[in-house]
């Protein structure tokens, strides 16, 4: 069974930053591209960063030069840092993996496990 568990949320002024966390279990973590993905109220789901195997790492263009993705296969980690935040950047977070192996450094599919979400309230 595929696990997902987001950490890391908060509430910070604008400029702050914040690292989120996601430890992932069962499933081959280093084999599928994971990535990150926000949902505002009102609004769609969007993708914020991905992350593909080999360590090639493809970001929304609202977010470039700001958030930085990586994982970490050993202990099955993906992590977001948030430097530079916004009031726009405010949503609930997601992490997100793929069911089916990719080699390389393309995402082709989209995801299929979700965590639960973690919060992220950046004040003005």
């Known amino acids: 069974q595929v696990q997902l568990r987001e950490s890391g949320g908060g509430s910070v002024q604008a400029g702050g930053s914040l690292r989120l966390s996601c430890a992932a279990s069962?499933?081959?973590?280093?084999?599928?591209?994971m990535g990150w993905f926000r949902q505002a109220p009102g609004k769609e789901r969007e993708e914020v960063a991905r992350?593909?195997?080999?360590?090639?790492?493809r970001y929304a263009n609202s977010v470039k030069g700001r958030f930085t993705i990586s994982r970490d296969n050993a202990e099955k980690a993906l992590y977001l840092q948030m430097n530079s935040l916004k009031p726009e950047d405010t949503a609930m977070y997601y992490c997100?993996?793929?069911?089916?192996?990719?080699?390389?450094?393309?995402?082709?599919?989209?995801?299929?496990?979700w965590g639960q979400g973690t919060q992220v309230t950046v004040s003005s």
């Open positions: 992350i593909a195997v080999d360590g090639t790492t």
């Open positions: 069962g499933y081959i973590f280093s084999s599928v591209c």
């Open positions: 997100a993996a793929d069911r089916w192996p990719t080699i390389g450094g393309t995402c082709p599919y989209a995801p299929d496990y």
